[in-house]
């Protein structure tokens, strides 16, 4: 069995009678990368940050390391690693100073060697010598990430770290989110991307005003409630979402093309044969697996546009 590194039990906080962590369970073992997904104000922030014994849950336990983190977080301080979701780095301090000052505060000595080490983990060994506040959006959350390595935590909390990045200085942050899995790891990341939490996460936890709607691994909540496979009909237009409707499929339209899902026990040679059938007219067809967008889908009842729920 794998060791329990995070466990939290009917975990609660309650902000006058709003309930922004409801009831919640949840297991992280050792070494895995464990994705809590969900739009702004889901209450990520709040878990992650009782988890990391910054707040005090209104009742339920949470023990990281077998210990209570209300009770014993001294115990676990030292192995904890946490990039806060509104981290940013002080304006005139370079980076290898930031990450020495850092490790100062908490008491720790770390020798010039030990800094190299971290900046070239996070690709910033090129930077030592530029202000902080010059850093561009991803070097700075990479210089956060690098202090949060500072020694050498056995669990790290990234609390949404690519929020407002480009596509590609993400990219760069997922490889070394990926790295810090290869090397045993454990990371519980919060984020609102959906493709980001696929693409990292061994577990993902979908959370929705408080609760967790559903948990698993990628691939088994795409299997369980990702819907079954996708048809496109290029160019069916507008006739053939009336037509499919009428045979009684769920489907959408969008640029004169009609997605339907094809409910997950039906084989898709079928489907094609009975739309053939019916005299649907399109140009061309393409199959798409399900993702887990369509998960998020089924199972909140809207989609996320940059961390916004829409219904
Ligand atoms: N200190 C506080 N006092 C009152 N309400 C709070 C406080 N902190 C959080 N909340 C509320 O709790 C809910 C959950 O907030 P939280 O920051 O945990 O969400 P989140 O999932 O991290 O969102 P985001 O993606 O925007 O970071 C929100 O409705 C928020 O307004
Ligand atoms: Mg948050």
Redesign the pocket.
Known sequence: MAEVVLDAKGLT?T??D?N??DNLDLQVFKGEVYSML???????????EILEGLRNPTSGTAKVFGFDVQKDYDKVRSRVGVLP?TFEPWDRIRPPEAIEYWAGLFGRKISKKEIRGLLEMVDLAHKDNVWGERLSGGEKRRLGIAMALVGEPELIFL??PT?GLDPQARRGLWEIIHALGDAGKTVFL?T?YLEEAENLADRVSI?NK?KTVVSGSPEELVNLYGGGTHVVLKSAGEEGFVALEKLGYKSTFHNRDVTVHVPALMRTKDFMAQINQSGVAYKDFETRRPSLEDVFFNMVGGRMEE?VLKQ
């Open positions: 906080k902000y006058g709003m922004a962590v969900g739009p702004n104000g889901a209450g990520k922030t709040t878990t992650v979701q609390d949404e929020t919060t609102h959370m408080g961390g």
